[in-house]
Nanobody, 120 residues
Framework: QVHLVESGGGLVQAGGSLGLSCAAS????????MDWFRQAPGKQRELVAR???????VYAESVKGRFFISRDASENTVYLQMNSLKPEDTAVYYC??????????????WGQGTQVTVSL
């Protein structure tokens, strides 16, 4: 019924840039929060960046100044521009959305994840 579809992952050398995109579709009443998380092997999933409906953003300290999140509200799409990539950025990146699908109810939805690998 509701889907989050990611694209843009891949291989990049340290210092390079990569852009991720995630589009939400389905019978969505409203999207309140859109997030990017990442999870490296053996590590907990961590919040990378968040954008709220008012346009405010939150970044993990480790990516602040390098990563930038933006949202296309009309297309229900969230983007993550990653610059000055480091090997420690290597992870599976997931988009997530807090959405109202059933009236009066919010629920978190997740994309399938996309691999980002940063080589030396």
């Amino acid at each position: 019924q509701v889907h989050l579809v990611e694209s843009g992952g891949g291989l990049v050398q340290a210092g390079g840039s990569l852009g991720l995109s995630c589009a939400a579709s389905g019978s969505i009443i409203a999207i309140y929060i859109m997030d990017w998380f990442r999870q490296a092997p053996g590590k907990q999933r961590e919040l990378v960046a968040r954008v709220l409906g008012d346009g405010s953003t939150v970044y993990a300290e480790s990516v602040k100044g390098r990563f930038f999140i933006s949202r296309d509200a009309s297309e229900n799409t969230v983007y993550l521009q990653m610059n000055s990539l480091k090997p420690e950025d290597t992870a599976v990146y997931y988009c997530a959305a807090t959405m109202e699908v059933i009236p009066g109810t919010t629920q978190n939805y997740w994309g399938q994840g996309t691999q980002v690998t940063v080589s030396l």
